[in-house]
């Protein structure tokens, strides 16, 4: 039996905002054989509380709003209130009391959320539409193990931490409340004391799945979507598809700045599908990539430092109005891909960092836990809950909104303690090494989850060191990611296309290194924002010479990207050689499609495109070495190269490209089959603002052995351009 000193001690602890558990004080109870039920509504006049004899008063023993009634049988469960409210009209309205309402998350669950199992943990954590005891309402949970008291604050009860303390589930640092009647489009936060400092925080919640617009922080209850997906057909397409040997060509895209309207204003998501979708498919990509359209507070972050891994940002609509544009997408035959950042997030206070007043999320230990180049914490991979959280988050992005994969971001910098660090600036692990063993066993465990989960579904790691076997099975010993971004390759081609071509020569090696190592990883080839930005100029400006050399090396360049081994990414502005970098608060420079030389890039990009696609040999085995086969690496005095590209039945493509401004003719290659081959691309085409050097109509091979085949062709080679041959069927 509760003695009254310490019935006095809970009083005061929840008039102070110190209630550790609410139920221990409020609600019904048994009392000196009475039935006694407690309330606190400080901003009421009168309480009445429904029993068998109808509404009965309820009598205030606090003047600060804490109302009580006995009587000898319990209130029906649950029970109604009746309240006066405060004001100039003194509103009375029916009501439950939240803690009339039993607890109901699972033990189950809440075992497999501690162990880090528990895959879809936004069911159970956050804001829920619930139905407890009958009565609608909003469940509201969440993880903050350090906290002395949590309570939901938000709009519906005048941001008090006082009124809705939350009750804790023992040791799994998990408090749960539901308030009956609660409707979507609330705003509310957790309120958190820590138990240890008395620290009061104000935190949105991590499991929200909306927030409002920025600048503001709250999270919004949720609504049922109520969106009826129209894709089923491209859902079980994928399920069944052979992405090793499919062609994947990806428009890197940020919602923000593709396009806006002319006051500025951001495209919806809507207004995106309504938009974009016909231009992608125009140019023939296969996927977009999104940058990141989780919530973040940030512009200028481009949404790489993410407050809301489970909210779709609200700059550009609502979840469904998201789901529209995706699945839009798929009936376009369009793959979605989202950019995903497990890797670190920020420091704001109303978010992640120190949420229970405690490096939860992160690492206490700076060495460990603070990301030096970005200012920003490094997840806690080593905590079972950290590892529930985020594996969920990519499980809510593939499963509400039937994304077609996540680029995860920044991988590199998990992998490595010591990433960006001098030496004493980092912790080994447990055997002196500098690995984060952690981190890998969570990207093993997120890779695992979706390819069991979303078949057909992709993983794009940005990695950029030589970590071995990034995308093979974890079964094997590798990470798991389906592909990797080949960061290597890109730096050496973007070095030297920046090269004046008469020094090319001396550099002709990085155009062929990445041979030695081109079939070790599943490869995708890019041309990514982060190349720019900050600097480093747009493709075009970073090409030498004067203006036709610079809008021919830019052909080129796409010609060796689309007829190399890997697949392919490009950010948007370079189909059509933006002169700008890249400025997150403006739209692409559209106007500078009206000059002919600009929209003959475009127009390059386009029939590349369509050409990759079209051609089995192009893609079929970009991550096989029988693929490709060189026909001259060592032409280094005229910068040229040439190679074949093979498809699974033998069937070919030769690609020769020339990077010096100087025509070459009669250049004669090799061929592995006699006949007649016919020129179906050429990147110095009038049509893309070339000067029209090339191969018209049929050309006969013969019988002369050169570069170790027996038959050879001699073809008109045009400056800075790349072309590309087939042979020619009987």
Not at 144 to 151: E, F, L, T, W, Y
Not at 206 to 222: H, K, Q, V
Not at 466 to 476: D, G, L, M
Not at 569 to 580: C, I, R, T, V, W
């Amino acid at each position: 039996m509760i003695t009254l000193h310490k019935t006095n001690a809970l009083q005061n602890a929840l008039l102070n905002a110190q209630l550790h558990d609410p139920f221990a004080y409020l609600g019904l109870h048994k009392e000196l054989g009475q039935s006694l039920v407690r309330v606190f509504r400080p901003y009421d006049v009168n309480v009445w509380i429904k029993t068998a004899i109808g509404f009965e008063p309820m009598r205030r023993i606090h003047p600060q709003g804490v109302f009580e009634w006995r009587g000898e049988s319990p209130p029906d469960m649950p029970y109604r209130l009746r309240v006066e409210e405060k004001g100039a009209t003194h509103t009375v309205y029916e009501t439950h009391d939240p803690y009339a309402f039993p607890l109901q998350i699972s033990d189950h669950d809440l075992y497999l959320f501690n162990e880090g199992k528990l895959r879809q943990a936004y069911r159970m954590l956050g804001a829920q539409q619930a139905r407890n005891a009958g009565v609608d309402g909003m469940r509201f949970s969440v993880w903050a193990p350090n906290a002395g008291r949590v309570s939901v604050v938000g709009n519906f009860n005048r941001w008090d931490g006082r009124i809705h303390p939350m009750a804790v589930h023992h040791a799994s640092g998990v408090w749960e409340l539901f308030i009956p009647g609660l409707l979507p489009d609330s705003l509310y936060k957790y309120e958190i004391r820590n138990r240890d400092s008395g620290e009061i925080v104000l935190k949105t919640d991590p499991y929200a799945n909306r927030y409002e617009l920025r600048p503001n922080t709250a999270a919004l209850t949720p609504a049922k979507s109520a969106y009826d997906w129209g894709d089923a057909t491209w859902i079980t397409n994928r399920n069944h598809w052979d992405w090793l040997h499919a062609p994947l060509n990806i428009l890197e895209m940020h919602a923000g700045s593709w396009k806006r309207h002319p006051d500025g204003r951001f495209y919806t998501y809507r207004e995106l599908a309504q938009h974009l979708l016909p231009y992608v498919q125009e140019m023939g990509y296969t996927h977009i990539e999104l940058m990141p359209v989780s919530e973040h507070p940030l512009d200028e972050s481009w949404g790489y430092q993410t407050t809301g891994y489970f909210a779709v940002t609200s700059r550009y609509g609502s979840p469904d109005d998201f789901r529209f544009f995706v699945d839009a997408c798929h009936q376009a035959n369009i793959g979605v891909i989202l950019d995903w950042v497990p890797a670190h997030f920020p420091q704001d206070a109303f978010a992640l960092a120190r949420f229970d007043g405690t490096a939860l999320y992160e690492h206490e230990d700076p060495r460990l836990g603070f990301h030096q180049d970005w200012g920003t914490y490094i997840f806690n991979y080593g905590r079972n809950e950290v590892k529930s959280f985020l594996i969920s988050s990519a499980h809510y992005w593939l499963s509400e909104f039937h994304l077609d994969g996540l680029r995860v971001d920044a991988v590199a910098s998990m992998l490595y303690l010591d990433y960006s660090r001098k030496e004493g600036e980092w912790l080994s692990n447990k055997y002196g090494g500098r690995e984060n063993l952690e981190a890998i066993d969570f990207l093993r465990e997120l890779n695992i989850m979706v390819h069991e989960e979303f078949p057909g579904a992709l993983t794009l790691a940005e990695e950029s060191t030589a970590w071995p076997a990034v995308s093979r099975p974890t079964y094997v010993g590798g990470l798991g990611f389906s592909m990797k971004w080949n960061m290597g390759w890109m730096h050496d081609t973007l070095s030297y296309m920046q090269q004046d071509p008469v020094h090319r020569r001396y550099h002709h090696d990085k155009l062929t290194f990445s041979q030695l190592y081109a079939y070790t990883e599943n490869f995708v080839l890019p041309f990514s924002h982060d190349e720019v930005v900050h600097g480093k100029g747009s493709l075009f400006n970073k090409m030498p010479g004067d203006a036709w050399q610079k809008f021919a090396n830019v052909r080129l360049l796409f010609v060796f990207q689309t007829t190399w081994p890997g697949k392919k990414l490009n950010f948007m502005g370079n189909e059509f050689a933006q002169k700008m970098e890249w400025r997150v608060s403006h739209e692409l420079d559209w106007p500078l499609l009206q000059q002919q030389q600009h929209a003959g890039v475009q127009a390059a990009h386009r029939d590349l495109n369509q050409c990759y696609k079209n051609t089995p040999a192009l893609h079929q085995l970009d991550f096989a070495a029988e693929g490709f086969g060189w026909i001259d690496c060592q032409d280094a005095d005229q910068s040229v190269i040439s190679y074949l590209r093979r498809a699974k039945d033998g069937t070919f493509v030769v690609v020769i490209l020339n990077f010096t401004p100087v025509p070459r003719s009669a250049y004669r290659i090799g061929v592995p089959a006699g006949g007649i081959y016919r020129e179906i691309f050429n990147s110095d085409s009038t049509y893309y603002g070339g000067s029209n050097l090339g191969n018209l109509g049929n050309i006969a091979s013969v019988p002369m052995p050169w570069m170790g085949f027996s038959d050879s062709i001699a073809i008109t080679l045009p400056p800075l351009a790349g072309v590309i041959f087939s042979l020619q069927q009987p």
